[in-house]
């Protein structure tokens, strides 16, 4: 069964960065495509960032471009999201998710991707 657990949330300020960790138990952990999303009160779910299985192809929502920086490590079976110059706009529960796949194309429409972790809260102060 594949498990994801995100970590690395918390409280910042606006301005302020922060790393958030995906670890995923997965044999073949190499062959899948991650991404991020979020949800924020209120509202769906919605595309942030996502990765290929290569890690040679990244895709990133236009709010978060130039900001926030998806990458992996696959002998560590860990994803991350480098955020940087964080704005309040951008606190949500923030989610994980993979799907077995090997195509360099990234899917941002969330019911594509099969396994969901249970989500960090990042929490952006004025």
């Known amino acids: 069964q594949v498990q994801l657990v995100e970590s690395g949330g918390g409280l910042v300020q606006a301005g302020d960065s922060l790393r958030l960790s995906c670890a995923a138990s997965l044999r073949t952990f190499s062959r899948y495509t991650m991404g991020w999303f979020r949800q924020a009160p209120g509202k769906e779910r919605e595309f942030v960032a996502a990765?290929?299985?290569?890690?040679?192809?990244?895709y990133y929502a236009d709010s978060v471009k130039g900001r926030f920086t998806i990458s992996r490590d696959n002998a560590k079976n860990t994803v991350y999201l480098q955020m940087n110059s964080l704005k309040p706009e951008d606190t949500a529960v923030y989610y994980c998710a993979a799907r077995d796949s090997m195509r360099e194309i990234l899917p941002t429409d969330s019911h594509w991707y099969r396994n969901w972790g249970q989500g960090t809260q990042v929490t952006v102060s004025s």
């Open positions: 990765i290929s299985w290569s890690g040679g192809t990244t």
